[in-house]
């Protein structure tokens, strides 16, 4: 895992550098929500404290490589939002609980023990990469090409009556793919994940 004080400076560092109009907007409501201390996910990459804003960091730098190495043409401060900021949808939205694990090793009897877990409480229940876009055109304007990669930034992973809609975006501005697959990279390849009660670190941040 990154050092979490180290991402926290990094990205509002890039952040207060960008020129586009409102971005201290974005930084105010980043800092006075659990941005720098939720989860990136419940039970699959990032779930731990300071997950959310380590895996933005990891898309964001991955994705700035991809945009100078394949010439997408995006401008620093383009990056930056899609990068850092297309997953602002998981503010606010995890929570925890006490789970039953079982902490015996494979076929020994069953010992089970209270730990401390991820759930999800979404009161704001607007969708994914769509609710990103809602939240974000809130604080700062977005381009046409923003709006639409951050929207289907899932890709597959979208329902399939979507797909049309993607392969739409993607054929119109490929650094969509790019995004998606930064995505996938830094989850699948650059993250840790935990068992519950695995890393005692691991749910602090309630």
Not at 11 to 25: A, K, Q, T, V
Not at 155 to 177: C, F, L
Request: charged share 30%; with cysteine.
């Amino acid at each position: 895992m990154r050092d979490k004080k180290e991402v926290r400076e990094r990205i509002i560092s890039i952040l207060s550098n960008s020129n586009r109009n409102g971005m201290d907007r974005v930084i105010k409501y980043l800092e006075e929500s659990d941005f720098f201390v939720a989860p990136a996910s419940t039970r699959f990459h990032g779930n731990f404290e300071g997950g959310l804003v380590e895996h933005s960091l990891n898309v964001y730098e991955l994705f700035k490589r991809k945009n100078i190495e394949y010439d997408f043409g995006l401008s620093e401060d383009a990056v930056a939002i899609v990068g850092l900021l297309h997953d602002v949808c998981k503010i606010d939205f995890y929570t925890t609980y006490t789970k039953n694990v079982n902490i015996a090793g494979a076929g020994e009897k069953p010992v089970w023990r209270k730990m401390p877990a991820y759930g999800v409480k979404d009161n704001f229940p607007a969708g994914h990469g769509e609710k990103s876009v809602f939240i974000l055109q809130r604080l700062i304007p977005l381009t046409k090409e923003e709006a639409l990669i951050i929207r289907w930034h899932m890709g597959g992973y979208e329902p399939k009556e979507n797909y049309n809609y993607i392969s739409e975006t993607w054929n119109m501005y490929k650094a969509g793919v790019a995004l998606h697959t930064a995505d996938l990279e830094a989850g699948y390849i650059l993250e840790e994940h935990f068992e519950p009660g695995e890393d005692k670190n691991q749910l602090k941040f309630l």
